[in-house]
């Protein structure tokens, strides 16, 4: 069964850092475009960023300059890194392959003083 695997949510102090980190099977982290996207308490999911196998980048506009989406293509491992840290980034954030509909089960991200 393919499984995306996400790590490093956490609570941090407003103006932090987190990085983030999403597993998945070689067989589709090559070929795919993968998204990180968030959903706070009350709202609907939303995409925070997205990231092509030619690397090309992709961001909300609530988090450029803020955010940064990578990959490593030898771990078959995506990362958020996550500077300056406002708690309306407060949500459970989910890494996401479109063309297949898959989901990552959640880290939690809490930005708090």
């Known amino acids: 069964q393919v499984q995306l695997v996400e790590s490093g949510g956490g609570l941090v102090q407003p103006g932090g850092s987190l990085r983030l980190s999403c597993a998945a099977p070689?067989?589709?982290?090559?070929?795919?475009?993968m998204a990180w996207y968030r959903q706070a308490p009350g709202r609907q999911r939303e995409l925070v960023a997205s990231?092509?196998?030619?690397?090309?980048?992709n961001y909300a506009d609530s988090v450029k300059g803020r955010f940064t989406i990578s990959r490593d293509n030898a771990k078959n491992t995506m990362f958020l890194q996550m500077n300056s840290l406002k708690p309306e980034d407060t949500a459970a954030y989910y890494c996401?392959?479109?063309?297949?509909?898959?989901w990552g089960q959640g880290t939690q991200v809490t930005v708090s003083s």
């Open positions: 990231i092509r196998s030619s690397g090309s980048t």
């Open positions: 070689g067989s589709i982290f090559s070929i795919y475009t």
């Open positions: 996401y392959v479109q063309a297949i509909n898959l």
